[in-house]
């Protein structure tokens, strides 16, 4: 199954929600527009866009995606079989786009996590020139699709690889976020494209989280770096770190605790771990990713804050949008911080993590 297949699959709590939620707010129009044929004429429905094919950014951002040639048109009616009244093509429920509206809609964005500035900001550039409108939900959710694309576009960067060798990831966040998860499933999926890939169990106060580092790394068929139970995580960096330059490995990982109970604790254990690596590489860390549990909604958000605090965050990663209804905070949080998003989770399998997509997650989210 495709990645994308996947997304489309596993988002549906996050999509049912939105797509429903516009279904729902067209739906209350006070009166479902009868063709008669003497109404101002509107723009055919969009079709939804195709799922296969990664669609160009639009060049213009409240203007509907291009509809491609091959796919199937609405049946448009001549004028004679207007006058007539022999519209045979279901009429899909229209209502004017106004205040009240725009509201509804404001509202639904906020509760699927979008985050009120963003949901702001999203609902005016949809009101932009068609205020007066009768407008369909298809119609609504390729505008949506086509402006949280747009907000996205920007932060959709894979992990950077640079030629140093060993390359050191430090993966960053709060307990429970999916870090483990995450380094076993880019560590599987480097080593898939031939790259030599060394696991460093920085959690070292948590002995169930250094066994599941090990499960991961198993599987992947990695070496995951291991020191005694409450040792010190920067002296197990920095022996990993030689390990991984006598192996000439491309890559390190480094996993760390997640404790933000006592942040002063961790900002220098991190620290700490940046200072011993940097006295072998001065470039190193070259990335250090933030893993994200979509399933906190709106409290991501300030996780990138206080993270952002205590690490040097160059990169994004959420997980768990599958089975959570809260996958619009990604917006939010590209709305709001910039930072790159360099993959998103959808599950507990090696390949449910994947290169971030603005398009396909857009339309996913969307339910287009
Ligand atoms: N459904 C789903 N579950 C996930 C995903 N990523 C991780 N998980 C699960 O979330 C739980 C926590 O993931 P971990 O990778 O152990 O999280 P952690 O941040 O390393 O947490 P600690 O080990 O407590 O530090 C595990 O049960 C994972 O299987 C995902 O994308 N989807």
Known sequence: MSFFSKLKDRLTRSSSKIGQGLDDIVGEAPEVAPRTGTERAEPAPEPPAPTSVPQPAPDEKLQPAPTPAQQPQPERTGLVGRLFGR??????????????????????????DLGVDTALRVVSNIAEGRLGRK????????????????IMAPVARPLPLYPKKPQVVLVVGVNGSGKTTTIGKLASQFRAAGKSVVIAAGDTFRAAAVEQLQVWGDRAGVPVMKAAEGSDPASLAYDAMTRAEAESADLLMIDTAGRLQNRADLMEELAKIVRV????????????????DATTGQNALSQVE????????????????????RGGVLVALADKFGLPIHAIGVGEQIDDLDAFEPGDFARALVGA
């Open 277 to 292: 690596i940097r006295k072998k590489d001065p470039s190193a860390p070259h990335n250090t990713l933030l893993v994200l």
């Open 306 to 325: 206080t993270f952002r605090k205590l690490a040097d965050v160059s990169g994004l990663v959420m997980t768990k949008l599958d089975g959570t209804a």
């Open 135 to 150: 407008v369909s939900s298809s119609e609504l959710k390729g505008w949506l699709a086509a402006e949280i694309e747009r």
């Open 87 to 112: 519209d045979n093509a279901p009429a899909e429920p229209r209502r004017e786009l106004d205040d009240a509206m725009l509201e509804e809609l404001e509202d639904m964005l906020i509760a699927a």
